[in-house]
């Protein structure tokens, strides 16, 4: 390892004088010391005087000749090496140094000044510089731009007439001089240093003027016209009353933008290509299809055609034109940029583009909702019909399809057609998609696999299966009466997931018709289903599990010995599980694998059970409401409801669980819409909302579960929004499990078989849409 060491060597000798010896080489002896004095020469020439330079130069000089006592030695490998750093000589030869030195030099001479130590001190003055005591004042700017320089030293010396001066005692001696060069190396020399202060000031904005585009003839245009004469007035026109300047950010000229920026540019290349007769062929069919006075035989026509062609009519070409799907494509974006204007808010909320942030000061929970659109029946006959099935597309929430049709027999007049709309939340005006059929629709079912097919199915027991990405097209599939013969409505439509299929087979889907028959429909490489018989149902034989009821007299038989079925509704978890909703007030548990019978039966309702619907966050606990004016929420394991919930005399048509809040049920009767909160009670709903005055018939959440459709018998359908809830529990599963608990607290038997079962919810405490 290498080390460093600084040695000064003294050899003082027999003379009357004293020499610095340094590295066995002489320094010559200093002639003159220095006294600071603080008086001007006198004009009699007496004691001579330097400047405050001349005098700096010297104490440079004396630093130098101090520093070269010293060395710096390094051991390397076991030898010392002289690393001491060699003193730097910077040659002045420019013209402006030879200039200023000719300068410096008159006024030498002027007052008389033999020192000639010029090249010293501006080599001292480049390097150390001070505004102290000098009597001159250093910008920034100068500091930055000219320390170190030539110009900054023609400034220094053009103010040394303002400077101080340094004495000079001519008693001085040699041996004096030698005696204090021996003390010097001692003492610690201070050189003059710059001193810069820097404060921090406010921001002055003197003037400030926005760059901005604006469309000619408009109202911001004229503004942006009026403002740049104006400048123009002030700067380069007859009112410039201030010095104007040209920077980097400004421009100099106005920058105009037309119109066709806006448009992509369009590239044109020239292509060759065939034509064979049979495309010729083709075309000229075409246009005879377009042409209603075509007549004849079709190669008189087309000769005629070739001969002289023949152009259509403004009304045919008008009639032409609107029957071309891009006409109609052209429509609908047309028509959704319009309805945007309108229901942009709406449609903000919607997509829960705006939620309550959490961090709001005040909020009050009153569960409220929002009408965000109230869709009207689009009716062309003027027919009233109910809405009887919705259903929104699992690829894209915006798409809701609606059903119209029959939902029940108590309307003065029902209606004879059934009709399907295809309605977007872009444009709630106008539907999409539109289909008539010749009887009523009952229900209908997006597919989740397949999110273009919809199933329909109709009063007098037709499905059929659409591609609605399609406009004006038949049906992919239609049920024929040979595989299906049942002529009762189809009640339910649910899609279920093949377990093994190929990328061509498309996902089977099961149709409930209201004789109690199920029937698994195939689509197949042809125009028709391919039906299956599935499961017929038969009724109640004997004491179901669930609520305790009345056994009928053995000798007493039904009319219809077949029970009528309501609803279809599937598992969360297990594909192949569906259940079965029953105008008896039960629930028959059934599967795909087993064809002919159910796996078992439950007791729900004394009355009419209409809709079933499973937790989010929980496979084993669900709701179901009846006729009988009961909500009930039902365990799987325990035969007992853990929480009956009612607030009016009066059937519930549909309730449902909360996706976005564990706790809380929703549920739809004819006269009004109920939200219960079963963390705060189970005796009456947080809130009531009356609707219509048209009877209500179902209601469907969103996808993201922040909004509802509900519809009525009127065929209106209200989207509308939660508002003002409480803020949804960060530990959902517990939150519910909680309220559970609370609610069975009174029933010991009830605690007991609930904790027995243990864990309840989905693994890791997620969350399950259910289907």
């Given amino acids: 390892m290498a080390s460093s060491k600084i040695t000064t060597f003294f050899k003082p000798s027999g003379d009357d004088k004293n020499e610095a010896v340094v590295n066995d080489e002489k320094l010559l002896p200093m002639k003159k010391k220095m006294v600071m004095m603080g008086k001007r020469p006198s004009q009699d020439g007496g004691t001579p005087r330097l400047s405050y330079y001349d005098y700096v130069d010297m104490e440079v000089q004396k630093a130098l000749e101090i520093r070269d006592y010293l060395k710096i030695e390094e051991t390397f490998e076991g030898q010392l090496v002289d690393v001491t750093p060699k003193p730097i000589d910077a040659e002045f030869d420019t013209e402006d140094y030879r200039r200023l030195k000719e300068k410096v030099q008159s006024i030498q001479k002027r007052r008389g000044d033999s020192s000639g130590a010029f090249k010293g001190a501006t080599s001292s003055l480049l390097r150390v510089k001070s505004s102290r005591g000098v009597?001159?004042?250093?910008?920034?700017?100068?500091?930055?731009?000219?320390?170190?320089?030539?110009?900054?030293?023609?400034?220094?010396?053009?103010?040394?007439?303002?400077?101080?001066?340094?004495?000079?005692?001519?008693?001085?001696?040699?041996?004096?001089?030698?005696?204090?060069?021996?003390?010097?190396?001692?003492?610690?020399?201070?050189?003059?240093?710059?001193?810069?202060?820097?404060?921090?000031?406010?921001?002055?904005?003197?003037?400030?003027?926005?760059?901005?585009?604006?469309?000619?003839?408009?109202?911001?245009?004229?503004?942006?016209?009026?403002?740049?004469?104006?400048?123009?007035?002030?700067?380069?026109?007859?009112?410039?009353?201030?010095?104007?300047?040209?920077?980097?950010?400004?421009?100099?000229?106005?920058?105009?933008k037309s119109r066709?920026?806006?448009?992509?540019?369009?590239?044109?290349?020239?292509?060759?290509?065939?034509?064979?007769?049979?495309?010729?062929?083709?075309?000229?069919?075409?246009?005879?299809?377009?042409?209603?006075?075509?007549?004849?035989?079709?190669?008189?026509?087309?000769?005629?055609?070739?001969?002289?062609?023949?152009?259509?009519?403004?009304?045919?070409?008008?009639?032409?034109?609107?029957?071309?799907?891009?006409?109609?494509?052209?429509?609908?974006?047309?028509?959704?940029?319009?309805?945007?204007?309108?229901?942009?808010?709406?449609?903000?909320?919607?997509?829960?583009?705006?939620?309550?942030?959490?961090?709001?000061?005040?909020?009050?929970?009153?569960?409220?909702?929002?009408?965000?659109?109230?869709?009207?029946?689009?009716?062309?006959?003027?027919?009233?019909?109910?809405?009887?099935?919705?259903?929104?597309?699992?690829?894209?929430?915006?798409?809701?399809?609606?059903?119209?049709?029959?939902?029940?027999?108590q309307a003065a007049k029902l209606p004879k057609t059934g009709e399907v709309c295809i309605w977007s939340i872009k444009n709630p005006c106008d539907p999409e998609r539109y289909y008539f059929y010749n009887y009523p629709v009952v229900s209908l079912e997006f597919s989740p696999y397949k999110t273009n097919l919809l199933a329909i199915g109709l009063f007098d027991g037709t499905v059929e299966v659409r591609d609605i990405s399609k406009y004006n097209e038949p049906p992919v599939a239609i049920s024929q009466r040979s595989t299906s013969p049942g002529v009762d409505p189809v009640l339910a439509i649910k899609w279920i997931k093949q377990v093994a299929n190929s990328d061509d087979d498309i996902d089977p889907f099961l149709s409930l018709s209201q004789d109690g028959s199920v029937t698994r429909f195939h689509i197949i490489r042809g125009p028709y289903l391919l039906g299956n018989k599935q499961m017929s149902l038969e009724r109640i034989e004997g004491k179901p599990e669930g609520l305790p009821v009345t056994l009928v007299n053995v000798t007493t038989q039904e009319a219809n010995p077949r029970p009528q079925c309501l609803n279809l509704t599937k598992h969360p978890l297990h594909l192949d599980i569906y259940y079965i909703l029953t105008d008896e007030g039960c629930l028959h548990k059934c599967s795909t694998n087993y064809q002919h019978h159910y796996l078992e039966v439950l007791k729900t309702h004394?009355?009419?059970?209409?809709?079933?619907?499973?937790?989010?966050?929980?496979?084993?606990?669900?709701?179901?409401?009846?006729?009988?004016?009961?909500?009930?929420?039902?365990?799987?394991?325990?035969?007992?409801?853990?929480?009956?919930?009612?607030?009016?005399?009066?059937?519930?048509?549909?309730?449902?669980?909360?996706?976005?809040?564990?706790?809380?049920?929703?549920?739809?009767?004819?006269?009004?819409?109920?939200?219960?909160?079963?963390?705060?009670?189970?005796?009456?709903?947080?809130?009531?909302?009356?609707?219509?005055?048209?009877?209500?018939?179902?209601?469907?959440?969103?996808?993201?579960?922040?909004?509802?459709?509900?519809?009525?018998?009127?065929?209106?359908?209200?989207?509308?929004?939660?508002?003002?809830?409480?803020?949804?529990?960060?530990?959902?599963?517990?939150?519910?499990?909680?309220?559970?608990?609370?609610?069975?607290?009174?029933?010991?038997?009830?605690?007991?078989?609930?904790?027995?079962?243990?864990y309840f919810g989905y693994p890791n405490k997620g969350m399950v849409i259910p289907p």
């Fill in 135 to 256: 009597g001159f004042h250093l910008s920034m700017e100068d500091i930055v731009a000219g320390i170190g320089s030539e110009r900054m030293l023609t400034d220094l010396r053009t103010s040394s007439n303002l400077s101080p001066y340094i004495e000079v005692s001519s008693s001085s001696s040699s041996s004096s001089l030698e005696e204090e060069a021996k003390e010097e190396p001692k003492s610690k020399h201070k050189l003059p240093f710059i001193r810069i202060v820097l404060r921090k000031t406010e921001l002055i904005l003197l003037y400030e003027q926005q760059s901005m585009t604006a469309i000619k003839n408009t109202e911001d245009g004229n503004y942006a016209e009026q403002d740049n004469k104006q400048y123009d007035y002030l700067t380069i026109g007859k009112g410039k009353v201030r010095r104007r300047s040209d920077a980097e950010t400004q421009t100099e000229e106005t920058l105009f």
């Fill in 260 to 409: 066709k920026v806006n448009t992509i540019r369009k590239h044109t290349t020239n292509t060759g290509s065939y034509v064979s007769y049979f495309e010729m062929f083709d075309t000229y069919r075409k246009l005879e299809e377009l042409d209603p006075v075509a007549e004849g035989n079709h190669k008189d026509q087309a000769e005629k055609e070739i001969n002289s062609p023949q152009k259509l009519s403004l009304e045919q070409q008008y009639a032409a034109i609107v029957k071309l799907p891009s006409f109609h494509w052209a429509s609908t974006v047309m028509k959704r940029l319009l309805a945007g204007n309108n229901f942009e808010k709406s449609q903000r909320r919607f997509r829960n583009m705006d939620p309550t942030p959490l961090t709001v000061s005040k909020i009050d929970y009153k569960y409220s909702l929002k009408n965000l659109f109230t869709i009207q029946p689009y009716a062309p006959d003027n027919e009233r019909r109910a809405v009887s099935d919705m259903s929104f597309c699992y690829a894209n929430s915006d798409i809701l399809a609606v059903a119209y049709g029959i939902y029940s027999y």
């Fill in 606 to 758: 004394k009355g009419a059970v209409n809709c079933m619907d499973f937790s989010p966050w929980s496979p084993k606990l669900f709701l179901t409401c009846g006729n009988d004016w009961l909500i009930r929420i039902w365990m799987e394991g325990i035969f007992k409801p853990l929480i009956t919930l009612q607030n009016m005399y009066g059937p519930y048509q549909w309730a449902g669980w909360s996706r976005s809040h564990s706790t809380i049920v929703v549920a739809l009767n004819r006269k009004q819409f109920e939200i219960w909160d079963l963390r705060r009670s189970t005796l009456k709903p947080v809130a009531v909302h009356p609707m219509e005055s048209s009877y209500n018939t179902l209601a469907l959440f969103s996808r993201d579960g922040n909004s509802i459709a509900i519809g009525n018998e009127r065929g209106k359908v209200f989207i509308e929004a939660f508002e003002e809830m409480p803020f949804a529990p960060h530990y959902q599963y517990d939150a519910l499990e909680k309220a559970i608990l609370n609610a069975v607290n009174n029933f010991p038997e009830l605690v007991i078989e609930l904790k027995s079962l243990g």
